[in-house]
């Protein structure tokens, strides 16, 4: 699978013994949330059976590959009569530090380490969000599908920094928006209990109070059914990449470069070389091997994963 960057352009290539029916390979572009993000659209063809397609900025100036996590391309042809599709899958993904920024505090270690940098920044960015239990990753116009609660405020798994469209009972024949961000006569929810750190983004959403004070109060409930299924479409995840994280991944960067924590990367606090004796903590899962990094991302922890032995 490949790593790709974030806000830049990706080209695929499907390569097939043949050409296909009409020489037409159709693609279409899938986020793992389900959403269809491009397509279909149809490949270019520069050769004998080998058919391309590139993600770059659209007409607006935005990039496709504008949001974080997996994407799956199909491509889709007919050979003798038959329908074939093809996936491939890509990882876009949001780096944490820049090669610029790191090699300006620590020129000396870009003769050696600068080819290898994006593969180490990729480590280190995981190292984290292990660490902390979540990305910082935008995820924008994203659908996300979700059983009610009974309760007035619904939970959302990731945050949430501009709320679209809520649809409920989807897929049943009661399905109706119960909010729209462009409809004014629809715009019934709001954000709450905004996150820190993350210009007021959130986890929850609610009716709002003059939706439930107001004459048409009767058509709504003042919670999440939970029997009902309801569809959230929304901006998620981070618009940014926190200073505190951008900071840790230096100082962990700079310790694989280093090899400066070969013992704390396995959980060692005691070696002692007169005779072999190594020690390790219980809670060695604690930690991203680094106490300054890990003093640095406390803010942004989720959870910190725990050894069961």
């Known amino acids: 699978m490949d790593e790709v960057k974030i806000n830049t352009s990706k080209t695929l290539t499907l390569t097939l013994p043949s050409d296909p029916a009409s020489n037409t390979v159709s693609v279409s572009l899938y986020h793992e949330f389900g959403d269809l993000v491009s397509g279909p659209t149809n490949a270019t063809r520069t050769g004998t059976g080998v058919y391309t397609i590139t993600y770059g900025q659209k007409a607006s100036g935005i990039y496709v590959l504008n949001s974080g ?47 290898n940098f994006d593969k180490m920044e990729r480590q280190v960015r995981n190292i984290i969000n292990t660490f902390v239990g979540q990305t910082f990753d935008p995820y924008y116009d994203k659908t996300i599908f979700l059983e009610g609660n009974n309760r007035k405020a619904l939970h959302l798994p990731l945050p949430i920094f501009t709320l679209k469209v809520v649809i409920k009972d989807v897929g049943l024949d009661e399905q109706t928006t119960i909010h729209d961000s462009t409809d004014s006569d629809l715009n019934n929810l709001e954000k709450v209990r905004s996150q820190p750190f993350n210009f007021n983004s959130s986890y929850f959403i609610k009716w709002r109070s003059s939706v439930l004070d107001s004459l048409n109060a009767f058509l709504y409930t003042n919670n999440f059914s939970a029997v009902t299924t309801y ?64 003093t640095l991302l406390m803010d942004y922890t989720l959870f910190i994963m725990d050894y069961i032995g």
């Open 69 to 115: 996590g997996k994407h799956r391309a199909d491509f889709t042809y007919t050979i003798g009569g038959v329908s074939y599709t093809q996936s491939q899958i890509i990882n876009v993904y949001s780096p944490y530090i820049a090669y610029d920024e790191f090699f300006e505090d620590y020129p000396e270690l870009e003769d050696s380490f600068g080819s």
């Open 231 to 294: 569809s959230v479409k929304a901006d998620y995840g981070w618009q940014y990449v926190p200073e505190n994280v951008k900071q840790a991944s230096s100082l962990l960067l700079a310790d694989l470069m280093n090899d400066d924590s070969t013992y704390r990367r396995h959980g060692f606090f005691s070696v002692d070389l007169d005779i072999v004796k190594l020690q390790t903590k219980q809670s060695f899962y604690e930690s991203t091997g680094n106490i300054d990094a890990d």
